[in-house]
C-alpha cells in the first residue's frame, strides 16, 4: 500500500518536471523565438502548432507500442525526447529549424502521455479516477509554472532592448535540464509494470499484437464516444484560450491582467475539484460526471460573451474550470474500465489523440465562425461550440453504459 502512494508521488514528481520543461518550451518563449526571425503571424501559429499535430498522429502508435514492448520503456523512451531534444534549441538559428526541432520535439508529449496515464492506472487500482485526478493536478501545475517562468527569464535576460537569439538559448538549457531531471528521476522511481504485458517478442507477434490492439479500440464504440467527450470539451477549452482574452480586451475593455486572471480562475477550479471529482467518479460512478460536466462547461461557455461585467465573467471561468474538472476527471478512468488490460496504452493513445484534435480544433472552430459573423460577432462562435458540446454528450448518453463497464478491480495493481 505504502510502495504504491510512493510511486504515484513519483510519477506525480516526474510529472510536474516533465510538464514544467515543455510549457516553459512553449509560453511566451516559443512565439517570441519565431517572431524574432521576421516571420509573420502564421508562421507563428504553425510554429506553435507543429508540436500538437505529431500527437495527432503518433499518440496512439505509442500507446500501442507500449502495450507490444512494455510501459516502462516506453515512458522511459518519452521522458528521453523530454531531456535530449531541447538540446536541439541550442543550435536553432533560423525559423525553419526551429519548426523542425518542435516537431522532433512533440514527440516528447506523444510518446510520454498516454503511456503515462496506463502506469498511473496500473499502480493505482480501485482509486484510479482520483489518483488520475491528483496526477493531473500536479501536472497542470507544472503548466503553470512554465509559461510565468519562460517570460520572466526573458524579460531578466533581453531588459530593455529585448531578448537576443543567445537569450533563447539560455531558457532553452534550462529546459533540457528540467526535462533531463525528470528523466533521471524516472529512473530511479518509476514501477515496473511490464510483466503486464502480454505476447511474444519476434516481428510476427509483435505486429499481430499491433493490429489486435488497434482493431480492438477502434471498434469499441464505448471508448471512442468517451475519449470523445474528452476531446470535444478540449475544443473549448482551445477555443477559450484563444479567443477570451481578446474578448475580454478588445470588446470588454478588460487589462490584460484581467483577462489572464479569467484563464488563472478557470485552472485554479480545474486544480482545486478534479481530486474530489476523480473520489466521486471511483465511488458513485463516472457517466453521470461526464455527461453532467459537459453541460457545466457548455452553460458558462456559452454565456461568456453575453455580458461584459469582469465578476460575472470570472464567476463564469470558474463554472466552466468546475465542469472542465468533472469531465476529466472520469473520462479516462471510464476508458479504462471498458478495457483489456493488455492494451491499456492503445486505448491512453487513442483517447490522447482524440484530446489533441480538440485542442487543435477549437481555435479553427471559433475563428471560423466569428469569421462568418462579418463584425466580429463572439457570441454565434461561442453559441455553436456550446450546441457541439451538449449534442456530443447527448450522443455519450445514448451510446455509453456505464454498467458495461469492467469491474473495479479488474485491473491489477491493488489499492494505494
Not at 63 to 87: C, K, Q
Not at 125 to 133: F, I, P, Q, T, V
Not at 180 to 188: I, K, P, R, T, V
Not at 247 to 254: F, K, N, P, Q
Amino acid at each position: 500500500m505504502s510502495s504504491n502512494r510512493s510511486a504515484i508521488a513519483g510519477l506525480c514528481v516526474v510529472g510536474f518536471l516533465a510538464r514544467a520543461s515543455y510549457s516553459l518550451a512553449r509560453t511566451p518563449v516559443l512565439p517570441l523565438f519565431a517572431a524574432s526571425f521576421g516571420v509573420g503571424p502564421e508562421a507563428i501559429g504553425f510554429a506553435v502548432a507543429i508540436s500538437t499535430v505529431t500527437g495527432i498522429f503518433f499518440k496512439m502508435p505509442a500507446g500501442v507500442l507500449s502495450d507490444v514492448i512494455g510501459r516502462t520503456r516506453t515512458l522511459l523512451l518519452g521522458l528521453g525526447v523530454f531531456a535530449f531534444v531541447p538540446f536541439a534549441y541550442l543550435w536553432v538559428s533560423s525559423f525553419e529549424l526551429l519548426v523542425v526541432v518542435r516537431f522532433f520535439h512533440g514527440f516528447a508529449t506523444a510518446i510520454y502521455s498516454p503511456v503515462v496515464m496506463a502506469v498511473v492506472v496500473s499502480v493505482a487500482g480501485s482509486r484510479r479516477a482520483e489518483l488520475l485526478s491528483w496526477f493531473s493536478s500536479v501536472t497542470i501545475i507544472g503548466n503553470l509554472v512554465g509559461a510565468p517562468l519562460g517570460g520572466l527569464l526573458l524579460s531578466l535576460l533581453g531588459g530593455d532592448s529585448g531578448p537576443r537569439l543567445e537569450h533563447f538559448h539560455i531558457v532553452y538549457g534550462i529546459v533540457a535540464a528540467s526535462g533531463m531531471a525528470s528523466l533521471l528521476l524516472a529512473l530511479m522511481i518509476v514501477p515496473r509494470t511490464d510483466e503486464a504485458i502480454i505476447g511474444g517478442r519476434t516481428v510476427a507477434a509483435v505486429f499481430k499484437q499491433f493490429r489486435t490492439a488497434i482493431h480492438e479500440i477502434l471498434l469499441d464504440r464505448r471508448v471512442l464516444l468517451t475519449s470523445n467527450m474528452e476531446g470535444v470539451q478540449n475544443l473549448t477549452v482551445g477555443a477559450l484560450e484563444a479567443f477570451l482574452p481578446l474578448y475580454a480586451v478588445t470588446v470588454c475593455g478588460l487589462s490584460a491582467f484581467q483577462a489572464g486572471t479569467l484563464w488563472g480562475i478557470q485552472i485554479l477550479a480545474v486544480i482545486s475539484t478534479k481530486p474530489l471529482m476523480g473520489k466521486i467518479s471511483d465511488r458513485h460512478g463516472r457517466t453521470s460526471l461526464v455527461f453532467w460536466g459537459m453541460f457545466v462547461c457548455a452553460v458558462p461557455f456559452g454565456l461568456i460573451p453575453w455580458t461584459q461585467n469582469y465578476w460575472i465573467l470570472l464567476l463564469l471561468a470558474m463554472c466552466f474550470g468546475l465542469g472542465e474538472a468533472m469531465v476529466t476527471s472520469s473520462a479516462a478512468a471510464l476508458v479504462v474500465d471498458f478495457c483489456n488490460e493488455a492494451h491499456l496504452g492503445s486505448a491512453m493513445g487513442a483517447f490522447g489523440t482524440l484530446f489533441d484534435v480538440g485542442h487543435a480544433a477549437g481555435p479553427l472552430l471559433a475563428g471560423f465562425f466569428i469569421g462568418l459573423s462579418g463584425d466580429q460577432d463572439f457570441r454565434m462562435a461561442f453559441a455553436a461550440i456550446a450546441l457541439l458540446v451538449v449534442l456530443a454528450a447527448v450522443a455519450f448518453r445514448t451510446g455509453v453504459k456505464e454498467g458495461g463497464a469492467m469491474p473495479q478491480n479488474a485491473l491489477k495493481g491493488g489499492t494505494p
